[in-house]
């Protein structure tokens, strides 16, 4: 989610040349990662008041330090917003709906301010985006909103299909993290949601039967929650060729993908899913939980599979069999500029006048 904001901010800073943009904050600025100068940054001055939950701290401090700039637009690139009185306009990006759907994988404090305000904060918006054309569908269908535009997710020039030289390059920095190929590639936070634990099976039962005698199971990003038996348990599967890889830097995930022989995301639910469209561009076979959201970023060619052992154990089997299809397009189809440009639109006075917005971080005041 982080970034997908920082992105769009990214391509904004040019749709908007007159904007001033502002970021607001309880974190210290070496905690943050802005788009460039243009950006002014708002933070919490009181180091107590940092250790407030975010989405509580937005609406009360956060929600001061807007009110102080005089805000015209305030975009909640998380949904929850500060509840800005008129005439400041709130435009909200939905990417996803797990309160409603599967509750019990979420953080606690997360839980339960959704549960508060994620659906009144929808509703009181003026306009509410979408990062997917299944999370505009899940807003009407259960919310009763309908979503005034989509703004999903786009591919950065890294993500492409990799020369031999570039991935002999990228081989030994890998190869320092413990991954060699052939591997499996399982690129999500641990947590509950994310069905790691279905992946793990499904592969120890295939490596224990001697069909992925020489494979890897790379298992890349945070720690996350709820977990800590199967965390337990991964760590001492390293026999069987688990990897718990943690942070890749970014400059190596597009060799990281384009060197997996498939990138597995078994996920009970998501609002997209920004590493299987990645996986995609670089050339990679995916195999997805059967979950609309994740047939959108699958495309035509992923390996559909019930989020189940048995449903992955037969994906892995069928994905690894396959033959690669190319896909030269992709990143046409998925542009971060067209993106933004539908959420710019959105930002904008409606109906437009001859003036030009101040956008601060999500928020825009005409001058």
């Given at each position: 989610?982080g970034?997908?904001?920082f992105?769009?901010?990214?391509?904004?800073?040019?749709?908007?040349?007159?904007?001033?943009f502002?970021?607001?904050?309880?974190l210290p600025?070496?905690?943050?990662a802005?788009p460039?100068?243009?950006?002014t940054?708002?933070?919490?001055?009181?180091?107590?008041?940092?250790?407030?939950?975010?989405f509580?701290w937005?609406?009360?401090?956060?929600a001061?330090?807007c009110?102080?700039?005089?805000?015209?637009?305030?975009?909640?690139?998380?949904?929850?917003?500060?509840?800005l009185?008129?005439?400041?306009?709130?435009v909200v990006?939905?990417h996803?709906?797990?309160?409603?759907?599967?509750p019990e994988?979420?953080?606690?404090?997360?839980?339960?301010?959704?549960?508060?305000?994620f659906?009144?904060?929808?509703?009181s918006?003026?306009?509410v985006?979408?990062?997917?054309?299944g999370t505009?569908?899940?807003?009407?269908a259960?919310?009763?909103?309908?979503v005034?535009?989509?703004?999903?997710?786009?591919?950065?020039?890294?993500f492409q299909p990799?020369?031999?030289?570039a991935?002999?390059?990228?081989?030994?920095p890998?190869?320092?993290?413990?991954?060699?190929?052939?591997?499996?590639?399982s690129?999500a936070?641990?947590?509950?949601?994310?069905?790691?634990?279905?992946?793990?099976?499904?592969f120890?039962?295939?490596k224990?039967?001697?069909?992925?005698?020489?494979?890897?199971l790379v298992?890349?990003?945070?720690k996350?929650w709820?977990?800590?038996?199967?965390?337990?348990?991964?760590?001492?599967?390293h026999?069987?060729?688990?990897?718990m890889?943690g942070y890749v830097p970014d400059?190596?995930?597009?060799a990281?993908?384009?060197?997996a022989?498939?990138l597995?995301?078994?996920?009970?639910?998501?609002?997209?899913?920004?590493p299987?469209?990645?996986?995609r561009a670089?050339?990679?076979?995916?195999v997805?939980?059967?979950?609309?959201?994740?047939?959108e970023?699958?495309?035509?060619?992923?390996?559909?599979v019930?989020?189940?052992?048995?449903?992955?154990?037969e994906g892995?089997r069928h994905?690894?069999?396959?033959?690669?299809v190319?896909e030269?397009?992709?990143?046409?189809?998925h542009?971060w500029?067209?993106?933004?440009?539908?959420?710019a639109?959105?930002l904008?006075?409606?109906p437009?006048?001859?003036s030009?917005p101040?956008?601060r971080d999500?928020?825009?005041?005409?001058?």
């Open positions: 989610m970034h997908y904001v992105q769009l901010c990214r391509e904004l800073e040019s749709l908007l040349p007159e904007a001033q502002f970021a607001y904050s309880r600025a070496d905690r943050l802005l460039s100068p243009r950006w940054l708002r933070q919490e001055p009181l180091s107590a008041l940092r250790r407030v939950p975010s509580a937005l609406r009360t401090r956060g001061q330090l009110a102080h700039d005089r805000l015209d637009v305030f975009w909640a690139g998380r949904t929850l917003h500060p509840g009185a008129a005439p400041v306009r709130t990006t939905v996803d709906l797990n309160h409603r759907l599967v994988t979420m953080q606690a404090a997360t839980r339960w301010s959704h549960r508060l305000w659906d009144r904060d929808v509703a918006a003026n306009a985006l979408a990062n997917s054309q505009a569908g899940r807003v009407h259960l919310l009763k909103r309908r005034d535009g989509v703004v999903p997710p786009g591919l950065a020039p890294q990799l020369t031999a030289e991935l002999a390059a990228a081989r030994e890998l190869h320092a993290l413990g991954i060699r190929p052939p591997y499996l590639l690129v936070t641990l947590e509950p949601r994310k069905n790691v634990v279905a992946l793990f099976r499904a120890s039962n295939l224990r039967a001697g069909e992925l005698p020489g494979h890897q298992l890349v990003g945070a996350g709820q977990d800590p038996a199967l965390e337990r348990e991964l760590l001492d599967a026999e069987l060729g688990v990897l890889a400059a190596l995930m597009p990281l993908y384009a060197s022989d498939a597995v995301c078994p996920s009970l639910y998501e609002g997209f899913g920004m299987v469209l990645e996986a670089c050339g990679t076979r995916v997805i939980a059967d979950v609309p959201e994740l047939r970023a699958g495309g035509p060619h992923a390996t559909v019930a989020p189940t052992v048995d449903g992955v154990r892995l994905a690894l069999t396959s033959p690669v190319p030269p397009d992709l990143a046409r189809q542009d500029r067209h993106s933004a440009a539908t959420l639109a959105a904008r006075p409606m437009p006048s001859a030009h101040l956008l999500g928020a825009a005041r005409t001058s």
